[in-house]
C-alpha cells in the first residue's frame, strides 16, 4: 500500500483545510485509515481514525473541529480541517495498517498563523 497526502498549506487561525490521501490498491474499502500529526519538538499524536465500516474517533483537542471521511471508490480519504488554531500546526501523516506492515504518507505541513 502506498499513500500520499496532499492539501497542507498556510492558513490564518480560524480558516479551514481539507487534507486528503491518496491511496494504491485493491484492498483500500477493507481498512482502517488514521490520521496523525506531528508538531516540532512532539512525538506524532493520533488524530483521527476511520473504520472500513465508516466508524469514527477523534482525539479530544480536535473533536467538534475536524472531520475524517473516506471515500473507497476513489481510495481517498480525507481530513476536513475547520476552526484551525495554531497549536494545530504540524506535518500531518495518512497511516494504515495492512498485511501486518505499517504504511505512512510523506506528510503534508500544516501551518496556523495566529
Known amino acids: 500500500v502506498q499513500l500520499q497526502a496532499s492539501g497542507g498549506g498556510l492558513v490564518q487561525a480560524g480558516g479551514s483545510l481539507r487534507l486528503s490521501c491518496a491511496a494504491s490498491g485493491s484492498i483500500f474499502r477493507l481498512i482502517r485509515m488514521d490520521w496523525y500529526r506531528q508538531a516540532p519538538g512532539n512525538s506524532r499524536e493520533l488524530v483521527a481514525t476511520i473504520t472500513s465500516g465508516g466508524s469514527t474517533h477523534y482525539a479530544d483537542s480536535v473533536k467538534g473541529r475536524f472531520t475524517i471521511s473516506r471515500e473507497n471508490g476513489k481510495n481517498t480519504v480525507y481530513l476536513q480541517m475547520n476552526s484551525l488554531k495554531p497549536e494545530d500546526t504540524a506535518v500531518y501523516y495518512c497511516?494504515?495498517?495492512?498485511?501486518?506492515?505499517?504504511?505512512w504518507g510523506q506528510g503534508t505541513l500544516v501551518t496556523v498563523s495566529s
Open positions: 497511516h494504515t495498517i495492512a498485511t501486518f506492515h505499517d504504511y
